[in-house]
């Protein structure tokens, strides 16, 4: 059977949830409904590769103006105050495409 490098198996369910906070792990009790904790170096150990998923037909833009955050994103685009406060305030059930005359258009997503 596999291990983390503390130790532990990865999927084992744990009784309380594990802090790191400067170096020292701590023990915490009560832990988060159906929370697996794991420590962050366990988690790089185990899955070095870190992958970001955009919306298809997204890369020219993300590789010109970079891997932009919502408000920025909308900055840029040059979205109208009030729709880009909507935008920003609500959790988007579906994307939401953005059109800037020069820039193109751009999808915003959950």
Known sequence: ????????????????VRV???????????PRRYSQP????????LYPFLFHTAADGSWPNIREHGLLSTA???????????????????????SVVIEHPRLGSAVVRD
Do not use: C, F, H, Y
């Open 1 to 16: 059977m596999s291990r983390t490098r503390s130790g532990e198996r990865p999927n084992s369910r744990a009784s309380s």
């Open 20 to 30: 790191t906070i400067s170096g020292n792990t701590t023990q915490t009790t009560r």
């Open 38 to 45: 794991v420590l962050t170096s366990d988690l790089v150990w």
């Open 72 to 94: 920025a994103m909308l900055k840029l685009w040059e979205v109208e105050d009030g729709q880009r406060r909507e935008l920003l305030k609500t959790v988007r059930a579906d």
